[in-house]
Nanobody, 120 residues
Framework: QVQLVESGGGLVQPGGSLRLSCAASGSIFSINAMAWYRQAPGKQRELVAGITRGGSTNYADSVKGRFTTSRDNAKNTMYLQMNSLKPEDTAVYYC??????????????WGQGTQVSVSS
């Protein structure tokens, strides 16, 4: 069994910063790509940022230049540094990971989400 746990969400003023973490644990042989998604009230879940095992990244146009994702493969952990936050960044942020188990099974796993609220 695999578990992804996000942390670091909260309430911040416009222009502020937050750093999210996503820690994976359980029966994990390796983690391939990881990604951050978000879902605002009444909207579909959208991709925010992705990162390969080798560290290549991609970002949604709306967050380019403001958000940075990184990972520590030794710790099975991914991070999202969010700067210059805007009210429209308010959403529940989810972690996603493509995982290979010790049994050789490859599957996607999701975290429970962490709330990010940007408001004055």
């Amino acid at each position: 069994q695999v578990q992804l746990v996000e942390s670091g969400g909260g309430l911040v003023q416009p222009g502020g910063s937050l750093r999210l973490s996503c820690a994976a644990s359980g029966s994990i042989f390796s983690i391939n790509a990881m990604a951050w998604y978000r879902q605002a009230p009444g909207k579909q879940r959208e991709l925010v940022a992705g990162i390969t095992r080798g560290g290549s990244t991609n970002y949604a146009d709306s967050v380019k230049g403001r958000f940075t994702t990184s990972r520590d493969n030794a710790k099975n952990t991914m991070y999202l540094q969010m700067n210059s936050l805007k009210p429209e960044d308010t959403a529940v942020y989810y972690c996603n990971a493509n995982i290979r188990s010790y049994a050789g099974v490859i599957f996607d796993s999701w975290g429970q989400g962490t709330q990010v609220s940007v408001s004055s």
